[in-house]
T-cell receptor
């Protein structure tokens, strides 16, 4: 299973872009990169996912390097409500179930 | 569209007891996964249920068991509780089990279990 490495914590000023990096150097060709976030006392929330092309949705953009060994989640205009733990995940198959293997994530703090 | 709901929100048990946690999946979802999240750590996969059968399991002992009902709701049962079982237990639902890497999970807010 591919493992991910993320910084433990990051700060970002409100209104600025937040760029969260993730390394996944052992990712295999058919594994997707997923990003979830968890606001305190809530369950994780899906943000975005991708295979090899860059992706954008209403919440964020995902930039995956050409060799797929790393990616960056971009929150274009961070708000205080974006303060959360952000998890970069590469999918893992357990039996016939696709589980998410969470690491420790990055604690993003958006500062006023 | 109804989201994933879990009950109870908080629970206190003593070591050796048994506990049952409940989860109602999001409307239209037929697959339920359970995760355990210890304090300060990321969630860890326990198992997944599809068509009322377990179809994938993480590194958890047999005293962690589950059920899925015809309406796709699910229960997580833990026997012989240990102090280390104290954690947030999260339920997640999805439309499909493991067949598609495009499938995303929708999580409930969890049940906080404290074992004394």
């Amino acid at each position: 299973d591919a493992k991910t490495t993320q910084p433990t914590s990051m700060d970002c000023a409100e209104g600025r872009a937040a760029n969260l990096p993730c390394n996944h150097s052992t990712i295999s060709g058919n594994e997707y990169v997923y990003w979830y976030r968890q606001i305190h006392s809530q369950g994780p929330q899906y943000i975005i996912h991708g295979l090899k092309n860059n992706e954008t949705n209403e919440m964020a953009s995902l930039i995956i390097t050409e060799d797929r060994k790393s990616s960056t989640l971009i929150l274009p205009h961070a708000t205080l409500r974006d303060t959360a733990v952000y998890y970069c995940i590469v999918t893992y198959l357990s039996g016939s179930a696709r589980q998410l293997t969470f690491g420790s994530g990055t604690q993003l703090t958006v500062l006023p | 569209e109804t989201g994933v709901t879990q009950s109870p929100t908080h629970l206190i048990k003593t070591r050796g007891q048994q506990v049952t946690l409940r989860c109602s999946s999001q409307s239209g979802h037929n697959t339920v996964s359970w995760y355990q999240q210890a304090l300060g750590q990321g969630p860890q996969f326990i198992f997944q249920y599809y068509r009322e059968e377990e179809n994938g399991r993480g590194n958890f002992p047999p005293r962690f068991s589950g059920l899925q009902f015809p309406n796709y709701s699910s229960e997580l049962n833990v026997n012989a509780l240990e102090l280390d079982d104290s954690a947030l237990y999260l339920c997640a639902s999805s439309r499909k089990p493991g067949g598609s890497t495009n499938e995303k999970l929708f999580f409930g807010s969890g049940t906080q279990l404290s074992v004394l």
